[in-house]
């Protein structure tokens, strides 16, 4: 039996564990009850409670206008499916910008109400403050640097990030920071792969990639995304597991044909 099987529920200290004896960890979004337990009979190491639910979930445009309290709901459906995961919820944009006191009151909120096993914030030393008080409060954070999708309205497009040298020393410091500060793991966002590896080998903590090459410690993608049930949506990083909006557009057509036609239901599938 591998190390992995073994593992009845990922902690951060078996995330630190595989980060030093090298084993990858996987890491997938989502939002609701039974998604989440299909992605831990998988074996998936962490699930994320990302606040792209913003997108995929509601349909918004970006991830700015999803609520603590709707983030709380999606996180309460997926502690409910997840056994074995470790979950990480996205603090909403607003709730850690605005001083340390409300950040921790909106951490523990999602901690107490929703059962998961940590936050993730978007930032860097702009917000350490708050990190730190979180962390100080018990409760275990995931960093998140790079393109960080709650600034899109600074940054005015999805473009790689930290491609010059200022932006790249810029996330060094800040990666180094934050494990400082107490993050028990960080996730790079859409940056040169070299610029991630380099990270990766200076950090003691899991380095999770998206859009960030091989040189880390593990990957994420968006559940929709890597399913294929948003066909709109292709980045050069994005790799499709499975065509489900196609499966999913003819499983519905069939249906809607045998209603149609009278040969739904037939007399085995009545009373
Ligand atoms: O919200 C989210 O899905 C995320 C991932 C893209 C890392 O933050």
Do not use: W
């Amino acid at each position: 039996m591998s190390v992995h099987s073994e593992i009845k529920k990922v902690t951060t200290k078996v995330l630190a564990d595989m980060k030093a004896r090298g084993e990858k960890i996987s890491m997938l979004t989502a939002y609701d009850y039974s998604m989440a337990s299909v992605i831990d009979q998988a074996g998936m190491d962490i699930i994320l409670v990302g606040d792209s639910a913003s997108n995929v979930m509601a349909g918004n445009a970006t991830t700015l206008p999803i609520t603590l309290d709707q983030i709380i709901y999606h996180a309460q459906c997926v502690v409910r499916g997840a056994k074995r995961a470790f979950v990480v919820v996205d603090m909403p944009f607003g709730t850690t910008e605005v001083g340390k006191e409300e950040a921790v009151k909106s951490a523990v909120r999602i901690m107490k109400e929703s059962g998961a096993d940590a936050v993730k914030i978007e930032g860097g030393e702009e917000l350490i403050d708050s990190i730190r008080a979180i962390i100080a409060g018990g409760i275990p954070v995931m960093g998140h640097l790079g393109l960080m999708p709650q600034s899109i309205n600074q940054y005015g497009s999805f473009a790689l990030r930290a491609n010059d040298d200022a932006e790249a020393q810029k996330l060094i410091n800040d990666a180094l920071l934050l494990e400082k500060a107490g993050c028990c793991s960080l996730v790079l966002e859409k940056i040169p792969a070299a610029l991630a590896k380099k990270v990766a080998s200076q950090l003691h903590i899991p380095v999770i990639g998206i859009g960030a090459g091989n040189g880390v410690d593990g990957q994420v993608l968006v559940m929709h995304d890597m399913l294929g049930i948003n066909k709109g949506f292709s980045p050069k990083f994005l790799r499709r597991y499975a065509n489900l909006f196609d499966v999913m557009t003819e499983a519905l057509q069939h249906y809607i044909s045998d209603v149609k036609s009278g040969d739904f239901p037939n007399e085995n599938e009545s009373y």
